[in-house]
T-cell receptor, first 111, second 111 residues
Framework: SAVISQKPSRDICQRGTSLTIQCQVDSQVTMMFWYRQQPGQSLTLIATANQGSEATYESGFVIDKFPISRPNLTFSTLTVSNMSPEDSSIYLC????????FGQGTRLTVV | GENVEQHPSTLSVQEGDSAVIKCTYSDSASNYFPWYKQELGKGPQLIIDIRSNVGEKKDQRIAVTLNKTAKHFSLHITETQPEDSAVYFCAASRGSYIPTFGRGTSLIVHP
């Protein structure tokens, strides 16, 4: 099973600023994803991070707000841009080959 | 697309009792059904999964059953312990497609 390291684990940010979350997988994986999980809710897929090309975003999520990088098969970043209190949530990185695994999450609070 | 319904949203049991969480799915082509456990402050962890070519899978106190005809699958936890308290998510996917998650069940095991 893949081990996923995600950082930061939590942060408190001022509205209008941006935060970049990093995700490192201990082995090369084909697919990497970013999810948002609001308090007490299920996981909502933000986008699929594609290696060497632009990320594929789900309905309701746009690149200007959530730019994603994936420079290689083990690393990805998600930036939450121009944050507002509505962006307060847990952000999760996930990878999948035969099974899907998750990082420990980044708990973001925007004040 | 796939739609996964999960029940109950909250389940409270006494230590030593059994707990059952049920999920239904809509896409008859789905063939992979994982279950995740999410403890407070952590990312979801894969605890057991089942593929469509089997009807039941067991791992110590945890078992999962699948009824492809009825399109439902269930998680069974026997002899529950306080450390089983967590949020449990079911998911369904077709091949290497991105899994669709249920809304989660908060399991509380009272000592």
């Amino acid at each position: 099973s893949a081990v996923i390291s995600q950082k930061p684990s939590r942060d408190i940010c001022q509205r209008g600023t941006s935060l970049t979350i990093q995700c490192q997988v201990d082995s090369q994986v084909t697919m990497m994803f970013w999810y948002r999980q609001q308090p007490g809710q299920s996981l909502t897929l933000i986008a699929t991070a594609n290696q060497g090309s632009e990320a594929t975003y789900e309905s309701g999520f746009v690149i200007d707000k959530f730019p994603i990088s994936r420079p290689n098969l083990t690393f990805s970043t998600l930036t939450v841009s121009n944050m507002s209190p509505e962006d307060s949530s847990i952000y999760l990185c996930s990878s999948r080959d035969t099974e899907a695994f998750f990082g420990q999450g980044t708990r973001l609070t925007v004040v | 697309g796939e739609n996964v319904e999960q029940h109950p949203s909250t389940l409270s049991v006494q230590e030593g009792d059994s707990a059952v969480i049920k999920c239904t799915y809509s896409d008859s082509a789905s063939n992979y059904f994982p279950w995740y456990k999410q403890e407070l402050g952590k990312g979801p962890q894969l605890i057991i999964d089942i593929r469509s070519n089997v009807g039941e899978k067991k791992d110590q106190r945890i078992a999962v059953t699948l009824n492809k005809t009825a399109k439902h699958f269930s998680l069974h936890i026997t002899e529950t312990q306080p450390e089983d308290s967590a949020v449990y998510f079911c998911a369904a996917s077709r091949g290497s497609y991105i899994p669709t998650f249920g809304r989660g069940t908060s399991l509380i095991v009272h000592p």
